[in-house]
């Protein structure tokens, strides 16, 4: 009997669950996880975070099997930061006033599914900016 693959929405929160206690781990505390844009042809937001300095920070989680076709940092196209940098700013609008900002991404590279080799974490520091 085979098992069963998960789904690609079960994969993608574990790499959001391995992603978020990484920066945990590292200091950093939770504001919100999944902030989407009202409507049609918005944002998403993977994880908000705020950094010990009150920076507000906005993360990509990209999860990966392999390193093929250039890994997770490589699938972050113009247009998916554009619409991060959207839904960022959709955020910000509900803040009384503007903190400081940066944009991170979190690599989440090999098999969730394989407990003998857990996937790697890559956090990449402001990662792209809002320009």
């Not at 200091?27 to 300095?53: A, F, K, Q, S």
């Not at 099997?65 to 247009?79: E, F, K």
């Not at 619409?83 to 940066?102: E, G, K, N, Q, S």
């Amino acid at each position: 009997m085979r098992s069963k693959k998960p789904s690609t929405k079960a994969v993608g929160d574990a790499g959001e669950d391995r992603a978020a206690a990484h920066l945990l781990q590292a200091g950093l505390t939770l504001v919100t996880r999944n902030y989407r844009t009202p409507g049609r042809g918005g944002g998403e937001i993977d994880l908000v975070m705020r950094d010990r300095d009150g920076t507000l920070v906005f993360v990509e989680v990209r999860q990966r099997a392999s390193a093929t076709h250039g890994g997770a940092a490589a699938s972050i196209s113009a247009t998916k930061r554009q619409r991060i940098v959207f839904a960022a700013r959709h955020y910000l609008m509900r803040c009384a006033t503007c903190p400081p900002c940066r944009f991170d991404v979190v690599c989440v590279q090999g098999d969730a599914n394989d407990p003998s080799q857990p996937p790697a974490v890559e956090w990449l520091r402001a990662a792209f900016d809002a320009n």
